[in-house]
């Protein structure tokens, strides 16, 4: 499979991953329950909840409809999309797809991981980003590229993607020290 | 006087490339100023070398703008809007003016992409108004019947765009043949090949041409259901699928007994992929669908006399139905007057790598691969020297230079060891490594692969440690006869094309560029200076300068020197990594 995740998960990740909030799995499985075909939407819906597919979301979603553990953890380790990990806040998707690797997209993703000191599939220590390579985002004509959340940045340059993050982090920063005032 | 239309570009490719900010400076313009003009929205018209793109369309005629940014735009709406005076400099495409990249648009032949950068994909009335929906419409009103749809199909000459190449209209008549109580349609809309984005367009652009091109196929084989595989990676064209088939089913042209057709009940629903290259095998593709691994299954039976839910399944690739509704309007003949006598008809190329005008063409069968890559791709970036192209992605192959002049249709292709595939184009320069292209591939199909057969998983992987020892100078005599005798069990004993195809980029650059295998195992040189273990960094002492720099960046402390005295390197400890290369302001480090 494409994205190999490493193991070594920070600690702040690894608290959050003790006590995931399991209440909005109840709709989603309501909503499936004896469809079809279910299996791979009710990963993806658990997954845009929140960020992965936690051990107790996977008993959760067998008990509630019947599909066997082995079955769903068969299905979630076949596709790359799955995580059974938490992830940072920002997913950075560097593309080594054909077009990518022809226009030297190994010197983004060095300069990232100097930058975010994490290697490929690794998440950095504040848990802000994740470093990931991806297969092809489609804008191959804009190759280098990559996509953080739904926004792709084409025409990269070791620098100008850096220079992406910095203001990324800037801007988490600031949102944290807001949300830390109102709480005061 | 007609109002003015500001028209700007917001395909994928527009929108990383700053459309939307464009899009929100001009709104804010329009609104601030209260300036009088129309502000819509398209995708992508091909030409993202120019994204963000931004047209005009006055009394005079339509105006293209390209490389438009925030400040360029408020110049545009300030000269061309206001003040009526186009701004010839930034205008790359009009009926008015000759421009530099007039020849883009010279020997293409829209059909597949007919309204693609020309309506809006999230309104129906744009699309209804180019001929939409005319061809179900007649139809229904002419009562044509199944077997007639699917005779001017063959007529037409058709064959799958996914890749396989397989008559259309006979894939059909297979599917109307089996007798079943359900029966589906797929839209292959997986897209894996990396370096291709032909379906993404086509869906971004005119989302209702392929839903056409489905509803007709559904009707014609007798089908009951619909799905659109559609890969996750492609956020906007699911969006923007999901709005057109909500239009469709309002205006009638989903539900039940369509267009008064009684009997004729069709929904069709967007399926989003999991991430996996292999998913785009059809076999592989209906058991994802069912929720299961997504491993391909022997064929026969094929889908068309088992496929989803073991009905009777007809699966076609996005361009392939976003031909049909354009076929059964203007008739078979006018599409099969394009095109060779076994290719017919027109292709979509996606142009990337090493290309002056990268984007999406769309052009005759039969026309040469020079003619697409020099006149409407421009040439290589930089004026740098033609290599090779890579036709196929992962299952193909790389044309080299002296074949340049194959004509693009299914069999000139396949004598060249490449396959025509769905589109990808990826063009490589001098600079471009062709062992290390081959291991880029392994390493792809590698990781893709199912894992069902064994040749597949663990051949691949041998083939895969052969070519990286290759690139990290430690390929050895006998090394490319040992890929050539994996390769070749690899597609006997593999059950899909995947694994049928994977050797195919290894054998290629084997039978064009043999020598510079050889380079890597017996010279530990790279030609194209790209693999960095093959590459020896040396200082040119008339350059150098002694400003310490290589030897502060130098991660394994290799560069000895003082200040303002020549600096040289130990080769023995050097890593190649190239940092000093990078870091020289004094173009004072050779590599070679
Ligand atoms: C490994 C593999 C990947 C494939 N990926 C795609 C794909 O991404 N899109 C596609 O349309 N066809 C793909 N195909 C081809 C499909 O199996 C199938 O032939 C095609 O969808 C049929 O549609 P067509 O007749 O319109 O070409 C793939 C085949 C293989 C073996
Ligand atoms: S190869 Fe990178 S976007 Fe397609």
Redesign the interface.
């Known amino acids: ?2 994205i190999q995740r490493i193991d070594n998960q920070p600690e702040i990740i690894s608290e959050q991953q003790e006590n995931p909030d399991l209440s909005g799995l109840k709709p989603l499985i309501e909503k499936y329950r004896n469809k ?6 009710l ?2 819906g658990t997954q845009e909840m929140l960020g992965y597919i936690p051990e107790e979301a996977f008993k959760m979603i067998s008990e509630g409809t019947g599909i066997n553990l082995s ?1 769903m953890y ?2 979630a380790t ?5 995580r059974l990990h938490p992830v940072g806040k920002n997913i950075i998707k560097v ?9 030297n997209a190994s010197v983004i993703t060095d300069a990232l991981e100097e930058t975010l000191k994490v290697c490929d599939g690794e998440t950095t220590e504040d848990g802000l980003f994740t470093l990931e390579s ?10 280098p ?1 990559m996509m953080i959340g ?1 926004e ?4 990269l340059t070791s620098k100008s993607a850096v220079k992406v993050i910095r203001e990324i982090r800037i801007q988490e920063k600031k949102e944290q020290a807001e949300s830390s005032i109102k709480k005061d | 006087m007609e109002t003015t239309k500001v028209i700007v570009g917001l395909g994928s490719c527009g929108i990383a490339a700053g459309g939307n900010k464009v899009y929100n400076k001009i709104k804010e313009m329009k609104e601030l100023e209260n300036i009088d003009f129309i502000l819509d929205k398209t995708s992508c018209v091909g030409m993202c070398f120019r994204e963000p793109l931004v047209e005009i369309i006055d009394e005079t005629g339509a105006y293209l703008y390209g490389d438009i940014d925030e400040k360029k735009a408020i110049e545009i709406i300030d000269q061309h809007v206001q003040k009526l005076t186009p701004v010839k400099e930034y205008i790359v495409h009009s009926d008015l003016y000759e421009t530099r990249d007039d020849n883009f648009f010279k020997g293409q032949v829209k059909i597949a992409l007919r309204d693609c950068g020309f309506i809006n994909p999230e309104n129906l009335d744009e699309y209804e108004a180019r001929n939409g929906y005319v061809a179900l419409k007649n139809i229904a009103e002419k009562g044509i019947s199944q077997e007639d749809i699917i005779q001017n199909v063959l007529d037409s000459g058709l064959r799958g765009r996914g890749g396989g190449g397989f008559p259309t209209g006979l894939k059909w008549r297979f599917a109307l043949n089996s007798e079943a109580d359900e029966k589906y349609v797929i839209c292959n809309a997986d897209e894996g090949d990396p370096g291709a984005f032909m379906d993404r367009s086509l869906l971004e652009g005119d989302p209702h041409a392929v839903i056409e091109g489905m509803i007709i196929a559904a009707f014609a084989i007798g089908a009951t259901g619909g799905v659109i595989y559609c890969r996750a990676e492609y956020p906007l064209a699911i969006d923007r699928l999901n709005i057109a088939l909500e239009q469709a089913r309002k205006a009638g042209y989903l539900g039940s007994d369509i267009l008064g057709i009684t009997g004729f009940n069709l929904d069709i629903y967007v399926k989003e992929g999991a991430g996996a290259f292999v998913c785009g095998e059809e076999t592989a593709l209906m058991a994802s669908v069912e929720g299961k691994r997504g491993m391909p299954n022997k064929r026969p039976p094929f889908p068309a006399e088992a496929g989803l839910w073991g009905k009777p399944t007809n699966i076609n690739n996005v361009e392939t139905f976003a031909n049909i509704p354009w076929i059964i309007v203007n008739g078979p003949d006018a599409y099969a007057a394009y095109g060779t006598e076994k290719s017919k008809g027109t292709k979509v190329f996606a142009l990337t790598g090493k290309i002056k005008n990268g984007g999406l063409v769309e052009v005759p069968m039969g026309i040469t691969i020079r003619e697409v890559i020099f006149n409407l791709g421009g040439g290589i970036q930089d004026d740098k020297r033609f290599k090779a192209v890579q036709l196929g992605g992962p299952s193909g192959g790389c044309i080299p230079e002296h074949l340049i002049d194959t004509p693009i249709d299914y069999d000139s292709v396949n004598a060249t060891g490449a396959i025509m595939g769905s589109g990808g184009m990826v063009v490589m320069d001098e600079t471009t490594c062709m062992v290390d292209m081959a291991r880029f591939f392994l390493d792809f199909t590698q990781k893709e692969s199912c894992g069902k057969c064994t040749f597949c998983r663990i051949g691949t992987k041998r083939m895969l440690e052969i070519l990286t020892r290759i690139c990290n100078a430690e390929g050895e005599e006998g090394d490319i006869e040992k890929l050539e005798e994996l390769a070749y069990h690899i597609k006997d004993a593999s059950l899909c094309g995947l694994g049928q195809t994977a050797p195919n980029p290894v054998l290629t650059t084997i039978r064009y560029f043999r020598d510079e295998y050889e380079a890597h195992i017996r010279d530990k040189k790279c030609p194209a200076k790209s693999c960095k273990k093959l590459l020896t960094y040396e200082v040119i002492p008339e350059m150098c300068t002694g400003c310490t720099v290589c030897a502060k960046n130098c991660p394994v402390d290799t560069i000895r020197g003082a200040r303002k005295e020549l600096h040289f390197i130990e080769q023995d400890k050097c890593t190649h990594c190239g940092v000093c290369f990078s870091k020289c302001k004094f173009d004072a480090i050779r590599v070679y």
């Open positions: 499979m494409r079809k075909g279910n299996l791979i939407p990963l993806q079955d068969g299905v076949f596709y790359s999309q799955f593309c080594h797809g054909t077009a990518c690797h022809v226009q991806v297969a092809c985002l489609g804008c191959c004509s804009l190759a590229v739904d792709t940045y084409g025409k």
